[in-house]
T-cell receptor, first 113, second 114 residues
């Protein structure tokens, strides 16, 4: 099964509202990353949070990490129609020296104008 | 930098034909990843190279799939013979291994096998 699982699978909000997406994972990690995928495009890296960090901000993005619960959340504040995309969390595995990432199944976000 | 380049962007072929997907990673990156994305299975890692050497091909579904990286600036993913269930979007991504392993994705190749 996937290392990271996002919740919810789909989210529909009004422009201007905040969007919160959650990710749970199973093993220990060095870091957790969030990616965005617009329809028909490749994934784009948004933000990386290390295992010793609890919160990180980047513009309208806020990411939290709770290693005790093996979970992370991505908050997009003041959402815009252009934020409509799928969002994926990705985790590495310190036991795996290959540095490969395992991606979750994603949350499809729809921001209605 | 042009980013990760993939070709072709779209490929339509008939069952049994050979398909070759191509990828040029970002210059200076020494790790390259091939992924497959479908609605049913999501994003799957097929194979990973580091310094042109295949490190982990456990995600390659069958012997029909093969990947090569003859040099630091080029990789291919080959499917021979192709089957309808291979229809998917195939992504190539690259990263600089020793840094935080942010991966940079190409635009993908949408493969349709009839």
């Amino acid at each position: 099964s996937q290392q990271g699982e996002e919740d919810p699978q789909a989210l529909s909000i009004q422009e201007g509202e905040n969007a919160t997406m959650n990710c749970s994972y199973k093993t220990s990690i060095n870091n957790l990353q969030w990616y965005r995928q617009n329809s028909g495009r490749g994934l784009v890296h948004l933000i990386l949070i290390r295992s010793n960090e609890r919160e990180k901000h980047s513009g309208r993005l806020r990411v939290t990490l709770d290693t005790s619960k093996k979970s992370s959340s991505l908050l997009i504040t003041a959402s815009r129609a252009a934020d409509t995309a799928s969002y994926f969390c990705a985790t590495d595995n310190p036991m795996d020296s290959s540095y490969k990432l395992i991606f979750g199944s994603g949350t499809r976000l729809l921001v209605r104008p | 930098d042009a980013g990760v380049i993939q070709s072709p962007r779209h490929e339509v072929t008939e069952m049994g034909q050979e398909v070759t997907l191509r990828c040029k990673p970002i210059s200076g990156h020494n790790s390259l990843f091939w992924y497959r994305q479908t609605m049913m299975r999501g994003l799957e890692l097929l194979i990973y190279f580091n310094n042109n050497v295949p490190i982990d091909d456990s995600g390659m579904p069958e012997d029909r799939f093969s990947a090569k990286m003859p040099n630091a600036s080029f990789s291919t993913l080959k499917i021979q013979p192709s089957e309808p269930r291979d229809s998917a979007v195939y992504f190539c991504a690259s990263s600089f291994r020793l840094a935080d392993n942010e991966q940079f994705f190409g635009p993908g190749t949408r493969l349709t096998v009839l």
